[in-house]
């Protein structure tokens, strides 16, 4: 097993308000949702930074990616969102130092309707999240990475509305665009009604691949569509990350010096300098 880098300098991010709240939403599966938010994480930890992730997806992969038994998920998402615990109590550690995850079970599938009549429906997992901290005192966390379920669903919603802002991945593949207007038809509904101050963080292509022509051609498209929202790391198809996951390891632990584990550490330089822009700002 690799040993990954660490460092015992204060977290990079002491000292400011709250944890920075980023939701992985992309309504179409496959598209590396699950894989960034394990592998982001533990290069922010890695990093230095205290960082939780929640798994908001029924199917629980970021939970097995990261090795936790089905046994160990006593107190799950659904129980959180469903007000049948606080969230401190579902909080369970993982291999990887620093970071820390909220497991999610097959019960979340029928959240929907068992919240449709609360008139905080929208807002369960903002609170949740808000009641980590402390009245007056520090955040347990710098940063919450929420990986979201393959739909626009009140789920989803919730993590728009608890987030400060979206990380999109997008995959290298022919239809990649399509759908990314209905995310941001979708992010812009939240942030009217819901979030004022939700943006959108960046976009992540994911699973490029440089033998394949297409791959240079999705890239420019949507550097044509997004701009300067597109992060300049690309994350290559790379099959020591999809192995990874059958292990219950992040791919930074599985293989550190795999093209696909570099990247996710850039990735997170990236994202942490983008942070550290904003608040210059
Ligand atoms: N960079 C990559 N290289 C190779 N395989 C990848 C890569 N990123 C993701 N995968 C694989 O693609 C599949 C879908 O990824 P996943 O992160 O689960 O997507 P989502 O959460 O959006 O549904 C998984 O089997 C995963 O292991
Ligand atoms: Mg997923």
Known sequence: MNELPSSDLPSPSAGAPGPRVLALANQKGGVGKTTTAINLGTALAAIGERVLIVDLDPQGNASTGLGIEQRSRRVSSYDVMVGDAP????????????????????????????????????????????????????????????????SLN????????????????????????????????TVEQVRTTLNPTLSIHGIVLTMFDARNNLSGQVVADVKQFMGSKVYDTIIPRNVRISEAPSYGKPALLYDLKCSGSQAYIRLASEIIQRERELRAA
């Open 87 to 150: 969230m401190a109590e579902a909080l369970l550690p993982t291999a990887v130092p620093r970071l820390s995850i909220v497991a999610s079970t097959m019960d979340l599938s029928g959240l929907e309707l068992e919240i449709a009549g609360f008139r905080d429906r929208a807002f369960r997992l903002r609170n949740a999240i808000r009641s980590l901290t402390p009245e007056g005192g520090a955040a347990p966390f710098d940063y919450v990475l929420i990986d979201c379920p393959p």
């Open 154 to 185: 009140l789920i989803t919603i919730n993590a728009m509305a608890a987030a400060n802002a979206i990380l999109v991945p997008l995959q290298c593949e022919f239809f990649a665009l399509e759908g990314l207007s209905q995310l941001l038809k």
